[in-house]
Every structure is written in structure tokens, then in C-alpha cells.
């Protein structure tokens, strides 16, 4: 695995970002600014902020005491321009630069092993075109591993604590690169975080529940990105990770992101929470340790909790960007190797983009899909007991989860075309030859045994005694038919009709040899398939209202202040 060398500390005299705009940065760059550890009563959390002491005296778990205290109240340089994938998470790679630099970005990157767990989702088959949609998990670590870290995040009692991911959002770009959909999962939701193996330390950590946040002490990214999986039943590409200075050097790289505030606002108290941001009232572009303020503040936004910050990143990535893909700061070749060099350094990725021109044809997807529909969400939600985290929303999490599963914009601007009568049946259905195959081996409860015979027992009932079996077990979330080209299509819609599948299930594969019918996690008992009450035979085209959809064309855009948190 490729590490790149540990950056030396700054030389005397040499600004860090923060100072160069006029900050200590040994204060306010974090979500709280930390009080001293002695402080009576006070225990410092995960992310440098004083809470409450727990009564089970654990720390740095980002959970319900953190909840509770908060409460609701040229081409060369076109080449090398392009994108933010959110919270600094920026892909620049250098065309027509010489190889000795190809190299040397090369090993500024650190990387990982994709996945930490066993097994796993299988990836979905392309489809008709031969096109297949991209997910890339995009995390934020908290990391104090280097005095840099410890300076911008404050908490230097956590210096030697593993790292949480509190900012995690994934990224879906369609299958025809037409459009793309984030959606942000609050840190504090609790989840199975499946078994998962350390890369490097080879430790093995059994299945548990906790807060998401802490998936990335239990492996590193890939087992956060096993945990998603779990989840959201979406299978994941890749993973980029970023730390705290590294979202500073790219927020100065970039010059400044525009972002506004509906009143005063400074993310300070009496008790010692907040991020230090202070902005009067209006759109000011932020950058270095201000942009990093912005996008950790929590004290101050909206209700002071996980949800009003996730608000505000999305409206930071909207404006970046926007930014960049008019060219804001980026028209010289000194800018673009500071964006190229604060890039790569600050990401690890997965070993699927362990190089520059790999995380550059990445950006060259990206950047076919119009800002107009890019689509942000947050998971809809629900507190738990006591509020002490939050849990998925029954309904309207699966359904924003399946409409990315099914590569459905969520910005429900989709072509919507009328569609066609459906094709009759071709072959008899005694003759239709189709592969049952057991698609249930989820990495958190197990394969259910048997489930590819059962269905195929109860299809040879229907009249389809041709259908055989897959001994090989698989893992996928939904149900689905696959058929191999469009003279196959009535057919495969008559075998989802006899089993009470949805048409959404039926879906032609270039890649497809046969029909085959995959039995899912969503239908691990039984004969006949079972849906949800109320639930219709049309999928959903647009987000649920409780996802707080914000488009990336949206300019109006502008974070609530907290009326405690104004000036």
C-alpha cells in the first residue's frame, strides 16, 4: 500500500493558513472550542467540545451526550480545472505536466483497501447501454494525528484517540452522467457497523451498534464504507477521506466559496461550544480555517445539532462548485499546482484510485453532470429514545435509499416519458428457462439457506417448470429480474407479474447471458413477496419532503442562525 512521506512541521516564521487570514489557530477552529480538561463537571467529547460528563465515562463517540447538551432550540489549465466534491474534497490532476510531477502527486496520496468487511454488496450489472451509475463515499475524519490536526480541531487530550468520520455523505452519479445525488447521514446515527479487519494493524472487530461516526475506528474507511453498504443496500466504488488541515490548505487553493447567513451569526458561548465563526448578515466568501468553521458548525445553525450542519455543507459544495466550474481562481499555473499539491495530499482514497489520472478521468465524469441537477440530501430521520441519537426515518429513508439503488434522480427531473404498452410474453412459460439464485448473504444476519430453491419450487407451481438453480450465493437488496435484450422483456415481465414483483425489478443487462432472477434481502422469507402496507406498484420519482432537498443551482440558499448564536 502507498503512503506518501509525513510533511514536516512549518519552518519559524511560516504562516499557517489560519494566521495568514488573521486567526489564532489554536482556537475556534473546531465544532466547540475546547474548555480545559479539569473543568468541573465537564468531560470533552469526540470533536473538542465540552459536554456533560457521561455516566459510563466513555469519550469521543459523538453520541447522545452531544445530542442532548445541543438540544432542538488555455485546455492545459480547462484540463487541470474542475472539481469539489464537498468539504474540500478536490480532484485535480495534471495533463500536460511532466511525469517527475505525475509521480510526485502520485505519492502524496495515501490509500486503503475499498472495504474492511467480509463479503459485500455485488456491484450491479450495467444496463442497456452498457452504463453503470457511480457511488463514492465521501468522509470527513477528525483526526488529531499530526500538531496541524491538533491545532485546527482543538481537543488535544484526543491526540492519540482514532479518528471518527462526523462528516459523511455519499455521492451517486448516474448511470448516463446525467445527473447526481449526495445524501449526508448524521454522525450520531446509530447502525450495525459489521464485522470489519484493520489493513494495517490486522485487528479484527466484532459486529456491533453504535453511532456511524465510529465505523472508522473499527478498520479505518473501508469499514465505514462496509457499514453504508449495510445500510443503504447501495454498492459503494470508492471512498475519499479528508482531514482538517487538509480541508484548509484546499479552501486557500480554491481562493473562497461563497456562503450566507440569514442574520449576525458567532458560534461561541459561555460554556465553551462552538466553532468560532462570526459573520454578519449576508453572503461573504469563506475561506482557510473560516471555511473550515463553516462547515463544523453546529452551535449556531438552525437547531444546534448534526442536521443544521449538514444543511450548511451542502450549501458550501453547491458554491464550490459553482466556483470552479466557472473557472474562480483557478486561471493560473501557480493556482492549479496549489490545488493540485493541497488535493492530493490531504486525500486517501481507496486502492481503485491510487492515482492521479485515475482520480482525474473521476473528475471527468463528474463534471459532465450539470450543476442544475445535482441534488443534495439528508437522510430523513428520527430521534431515538431520549434523543440520544437518531435513527433512520421508517418509509422515507429506504425510499430515498432505493430511488439511488434504482439510479432515480432525487430532484425528480427525470425524463418522463409515456411509456410504451407493455410487450406480450414470447415463450411458454414452461419452456421460459430462468436462474433462480440466492442473493441474501447479507455481511450482518447471513445468508438465508435455501431461498434460490424455495422460489424456484414456487415458480415451477406458476407454470415455469424450466426455471433451475445458482448454488452460489450472492448479496443484493432487492429483488431483481435480469434479462439479457429486449425480446426478453415481456417475458420478464410476466415472471415478476406471476411473483408479485414491481416492474422496477425488471431490467435489461448488456452484460446478461440469461434470465436471472436474484431473490434479495428484501424478500428473505417466504413464497410470495412481500410489501410494504400502502406501499404502490410505481416506484418513487422524487425525494421524500423530510429529505431537505437543495439544488445545486440554488444561489438564494442561506443558513438559519440560531437566535442564541447571534450578535
Known amino acids: 500500500?502507498?503512503?506518501?512521506?509525513?510533511?514536516?512541521?512549518?519552518?519559524?516564521?511560516?504562516?499557517?493558513?489560519?494566521?495568514?487570514?488573521?486567526?489564532?489557530?489554536?482556537?475556534?477552529?473546531?465544532?466547540?472550542?475546547?474548555?480545559?480538561?479539569?473543568?468541573?463537571?465537564?468531560?470533552?467529547?469526540?470533536?473538542?467540545?465540552?459536554?456533560?460528563?457521561?455516566?459510563?465515562?466513555?469519550?469521543?463517540?459523538?453520541?447522545?451526550?452531544?445530542?442532548?447538551?445541543?438540544?432542538?432550540?488555455?485546455?492545459?489549465r480547462k484540463a487541470l480545472r474542475w472539481t469539489a466534491l464537498g468539504l474540500g474534497f478536490v480532484l485535480v490532476a495534471g495533463a500536460g505536466a511532466g511525469y517527475w510531477y505525475y509521480e510526485h502527486l502520485n505519492a502524496n496520496l495515501r490509500t486503503a483497501p475499498r472495504s474492511a468487511g467480509e463479503g459485500g454488496l455485488k456491484k450491479p450489472e450495467p444496463n442497456a447501454f452498457g452504463q453503470t451509475p457511480m457511488n463514492i463515499l465521501l468522509l470527513g475524519s477528525d483526526g488529531r494525528n499530526s500538531k496541524e490536526n491538533i491545532r485546527l480541531g482543538g481537543a488535544r487530550q484526543d491526540a492519540d484517540r482514532k479518528p471518527l468520520a462526523d462528516v459523511q455523505m455519499l455521492l451517486h452519479v448516474s448511470a448516463d452522467r446525467s445527473n447526481m445525488s449526495v445524501i449526508s447521514i448524521p454522525r450520531d446515527t446509530r447502525v450495525t457497523i459489521p464485522k470489519c479487519t484493520d489493513p494495517k494493524t490486522h485487528e479484527n472487530y466484532p459486529q456491533t451498534t453504535a453511532a456511524i461516526n465510529q465505523s472508522l475506528q473499527h478498520g479505518g474507511p473501508g469499514c465505514t464504507l462496509a457499514t453504508w453498504q449495510e445500510l443503504t443496500g447501495i454498492y459503494i466504488d470508492h471512498f475519499m477521506m479528508v482531514d482538517f488541515s487538509g480541508v484548509v490548505d484546499m479552501a486557500d487553493a480554491i481562493g473562497g466559496v461563497p456562503v450566507c447567513v440569514d442574520n449576525n451569526v458567532y458560534s461561541h458561548d459561555s460554556r465553551g461550544h462552538g466553532s468560532g465563526l462570526k459573520l454578519t448578515k449576508g453572503t461573504h466568501p469563506v475561506k482557510g480555517v473560516q471555511a473550515l468553521q463553516w462547515l463544523r458548525t453546529r452551535y449556531g445553525f438552525e437547531d444546534n445539532t448534526d442536521i443544521g450542519r449538514a444543511k450548511a455543507q451542502h450549501m458550501y459544495m453547491n458554491s464550490m462548485v459553482r466556483q470552479l466550474k466557472k473557472g474562480a481562481k483557478l486561471t493560473n499555473p501557480g493556482e492549479l499546482t496549489d490545488l493540485a499539491e493541497a488535493a492530493t495530499k490531504a486525500l486517501t482514497v481507496d486502492d481503485g484510485l491510487d492515482t492521479v489520472k485515475k482520480l482525474y478521468d473521476l473528475g471527468g465524469d463528474l463534471n459532465r453532470v450539470p450543476t442544475k441537477r445535482i441534488t443534495m440530501v439528508t437522510m430523513p430521520w428520527v430521534y431515538g429514545p431520549g434523543e440520544a441519537y437518531v435513527l433512520p426515518k421508517p418509509g422515507d429513508a429506504e425510499q430515498t435509499f432505493a430511488m439511488m439503488r434504482n439510479d432515480t434522480a432525487l430532484?425528480?427531473?427525470?425524463?418522463?416519458?409515456?411509456?410504451?404498452?407493455?410487450?406480450?410474453?414470447?415463450?411458454?412459460?414452461?419452456?421460459?428457462?430462468?436462474?433462480?439464485?440466492?442473493?441474501?448473504?447479507?455481511?450482518?444476519?447471513?445468508?438465508?439457506?435455501?431461498?434460490?430453491?424455495?422460489?424456484?419450487?414456487?415458480?415451477?407451481?406458476?407454470?415455469?417448470?424450466?426455471?433451475?438453480?445458482?448454488?452460489?450465493?450472492?448479496?443484493?437488496?432487492?429483488?431483481?429480474?435480469?434479462?439479457?435484450?429486449?425480446?426478453?422483456?415481456?417475458?420478464?415481465?410476466?415472471?415478476?407479474?406471476?411473483?408479485?414483483?414491481?416492474?422496477?425489478?425488471?431490467?435489461?443487462?448488456?452484460?446478461?447471458?440469461?434470465?436471472?432472477?436474484?431473490?434479495?434481502?428484501?424478500?428473505?422469507?417466504?413464497?410470495?413477496?412481500?410489501?410494504?402496507?400502502?406501499?404502490?406498484?410505481?416506484?418513487?420519482?422524487?425525494?421524500?419532503?423530510?429529505?431537505?432537498?437543495?439544488?445545486?443551482?440554488?444561489?438564494?440558499?442561506?443558513?438559519?442562525?440560531?437566535?442564541?448564536?447571534?450578535?
Not at 433 to 455: E, F, L, M, Y
Not at 509 to 525: I, P
Open 411 to 567: 430532484d425528480g427531473k427525470g425524463a418522463k416519458k409515456k411509456p410504451a404498452p407493455d410487450p406480450k410474453p414470447s415463450t411458454p412459460k414452461g419452456r421460459l428457462k430462468v436462474v433462480v439464485q440466492n442473493g441474501t448473504n447479507s455481511t450482518v444476519t447471513g445468508p438465508v439457506s435455501g431461498r434460490a430453491s424455495d422460489i424456484q419450487q414456487r415458480l415451477a407451481q406458476l407454470g415455469y417448470t424450466a426455471a433451475g438453480t445458482d448454488s452460489a450465493l450472492t448479496t443484493q437488496a432487492d429483488t431483481t429480474i435480469t434479462y439479457k435484450d429486449k425480446a426478453q422483456r415481456g417475458d420478464a415481465l410476466a415472471l415478476a407479474k406471476a411473483l408479485g414483483l414491481s416492474k422496477s425489478a425488471v431490467k435489461e443487462s448488456s452484460t446478461a447471458t440469461e434470465m436471472r432472477l436474484v431473490v434479495g434481502n428484501d424478500w428473505r422469507t417466504g413464497t410470495e413477496f412481500p410489501k410494504e402496507p400502502g406501499s404502490a406498484d410505481k416506484p418513487a420519482d422524487k425525494a421524500p419532503d423530510s429529505a431537505d432537498a437543495l439544488n445545486g443551482e440554488d444561489k438564494k440558499a442561506c443558513m438559519k442562525v440560531n437566535p442564541s448564536y447571534t450578535f
Open 1 to 76: 500500500m502507498r503512503q506518501s512521506s509525513v510533511r514536516g512541521e512549518r519552518s519559524p516564521g511560516q504562516q499557517t493558513g489560519a494566521q495568514r487570514l488573521g486567526f489564532d489557530d489554536s482556537l475556534y477552529a473546531d465544532d466547540e472550542v475546547a474548555l480545559p480538561p479539569d473543568a468541573p463537571g465537564w468531560t470533552p467529547d469526540g470533536d473538542g467540545a465540552a459536554t456533560p460528563a457521561p455516566d459510563d465515562g466513555g469519550s469521543g463517540t459523538g453520541g447522545g451526550r452531544r445530542r442532548r447538551q445541543a438540544g432542538k432550540g488555455g485546455k492545459g
